[in-house]
């Protein structure tokens, strides 16, 4: 079967990648292969034993993360020498969705002020694991250890899902898997309206394509190098019209001036583009960072002023607003949530406490059988 081409546009992040480095663990993979086969004009390197794709630019600074910036341009095939499918890292002090990761790979050629990978990396260039036979083969093992479990995986935890996909075509392999795997839902989560190879397939709606959304401050200043909110609502609203079910997540909710009416006017046009009966859940999630971070982001990106707000130590390790302001944005969200959104659609909370949950929609989970009893019934077939 001949290669697909590479077609890049705007809203693409594949167009910001200027290098490919093939270290010599992905020789040989049939998906090294295809990569390399639809990435013309992006020049390729092999590297020998040892090296890395810093060792051919000599012009970056020697420190993480000053490297970042353009390290984000340069992308490393490699093995993936452990496993793919985890557990959300989450912490028993908030409520957990049971969320599964499926890591296809590391970090992202968009640059989010927020970022929590910039403190949790600490290699700056774009990863991406060849080794899909292994990935596939732990999937078939998990559902079978466990076949009665529903499972929620999504591949967007230390990257975009879609950030690559038209030079990587995972996303197809992936949700033809899913397709044909009842029990197993897959959520390919982006910040990018890249989604041109999963227009053909069927997916028996296994699979759920999601954006992460903001306000529209928010997104212009603070999401740089994404896709508008114009952009993804329309990627959104083309999947729903494919029969694709949705889902979206505002996270982080970041305080700024004006965020009340930020928030409405997205959740306006979120409703005007995609139908309310194909969203499967919407999580809200207001911002929360490793310590470490507000060094790295403000050094970085000088100009943002979100990270100089009052923050708290939260029972996890990160900076929280305080809490009578988490409660504040999230009761705004959900009520402009609840008058669109249709019965069906769970709206929750990611990783806030019992009391946060009560304050804001009246109840807990534990109350309606746990978050994790909610999510799997939003996504019953």
């Not at 989560?189 to 296994?206: P, Y």
């Not at 306000?215 to 896709?227: V, W």
């Not at 970041?254 to 139908?275: C, K, V």
């Not at 804001?360 to 309606?368: I, R």
Request: charged share 25%; net charge neutral.
């Amino acid at each position: 079967m001949p290669i697909p081409p590479l077609h890049t546009h705007l809203n693409d992040p594949v167009s910001l990648i200027s290098a490919i480095f093939v270290d010599q663990e992905a020789l040989g993979f049939p998906l090294t292969e295809k990569i390399l086969a639809r990435a013309a004009g992006i020049p390729i390197t092999f590297l020998r034993a040892g090296e890395t794709p810093l060792s051919h630019q000599k012009d970056f600074p020697t420190l993480y993360p000053e490297q970042l910036g353009q390290g984000k341009r340069l992308l490393l095939l490699t093995k993936n020498r452990g496993r793919f499918l985890k557990a959300c890292p989450a912490t028993r002090e908030y409520c957990c969705c049971d969320y599964q990761v499926l890591n296809i790979g590391m970090n992202c050629p968009m640059d989010c002020v927020y970022c929590i990978l910039q403190a949790y990396l600490n290699t700056p260039w774009l990863t991406f694991f060849v080794n899909t036979e292994d990935l596939f083969a732990e999937l078939i093992q998990a559902q079978a250890e466990t076949p009665a479990k529903v499972r929620r995986i999504g591949t967007g935890e230390f990257t975009d899902s879609m950030a690559l996909d038209s030079l990587t075509g995972l996303s197809r392999d992936l949700v033809d898997f899913f397709n044909n795997r009842p029990g197993m839902v897959l959520e390919l989560k982006t910040k990018s309206g890249a989604i041109d190879n999963l227009l053909d397939l069927g997916h028996d709606g296994r699979t759920i394509v999601a954006w992460s959304l903001n306000a529209p401050k928010i997104i212009r200043r603070e999401e740089l190098k994404t896709a508008s909110l114009t952009e993804r609502l329309k990627a959104a609203a083309r999947c729903a019209s494919l029969g694709y079910r949705l889902a979206f997540h505002f996270d982080p909710v970041i305080f700024h001036d004006g965020w009340q009416e930020g928030y409405r006017e997205t959740i306006r046009m979120l409703f005007a583009a995609a139908p309310a009966d194909k969203i499967t859940w919407i999580s809200i999630g207001a911002l929360r960072y490793l310590p470490t971070l507000k060094d790295i982001a403000t050094s970085r990106f000088p100009g943002s002023r979100f990270f100089h707000e009052e923050f708290i130590l939260g029972l996890d390790g990160k900076k929280r607003y305080f809490r009578t302001l988490r409660v504040e944005m999230y009761r705004l969200i959900v009520e402009e949530l609840r008058q669109r959104a249709d019965p069906a659609t769970c709206i929750y909370l990611c990783m806030e406490s019992d009391e946060i949950w009560h304050e804001v929609f009246g109840y807990t989970p534990t109350e309606k059988g746990g978050l994790p009893a909610m999510l799997d019934q939003a996504a019953a077939f």
